[in-house]
Nanobody, 119 residues
Framework: QVQLVESGGGLVQAGGSLRLSCAASGRTFSTYTVAWFRQAPGKEREFLARITSSGINTVYADSVKGRFTISRDNAKNTMALQMNSLKPEDTAVYYC????????????WGQGTQVTVSS
């Protein structure tokens, strides 16, 4: 069993940066592919980025490629999402997820953290 807790959300001006963190419990976290998603009001959940268990391979959505960076530290059971050049359209609740079972299917999810980008 893995529990995920996000932190680092908040209010930022357009063009600014935020770093989201996700702390995981459980011994199996390091064996899972993990990812970040977001969901804006009235919209479907959107995949942002994922990283393999080793941390070597990453995949990004076109909407965030070049602006966001996913990383993980298996020794600390954490993952992060560095977000730069933020835009108002990045406003959403951000979720970390672990154990990829399909394109948007993950076994474990965090509770979410709000990111608001003002124009």
């Amino acid at each position: 069993q893995v529990q995920l807790v996000e932190s680092g959300g908040g209010l930022v001006q357009a063009g600014g940066s935020l770093r989201l963190s996700c702390a995981a419990s459980g011994r199996t976290f390091s064996t899972y592919t993990v990812a970040w998603f977001r969901q804006a009001p009235g919209k479907e959940r959107e995949f942002l980025a994922r990283i393999t268990s080793s941390g070597i391979n990453t995949v990004y959505a076109d909407s965030v490629k070049g602006r966001f960076t996913i990383s993980r530290d298996n020794a600390k059971n954490t993952m992060a999402l560095q977000m730069n050049s933020l835009k108002p359209e990045d406003t959403a609740v951000y979720y970390c997820a672990a154990q990829r079972m399909g394109p948007s299917t993950y076994t474990y999810w965090g509770q979410g953290t709000q990111v608001t980008v003002s124009s």
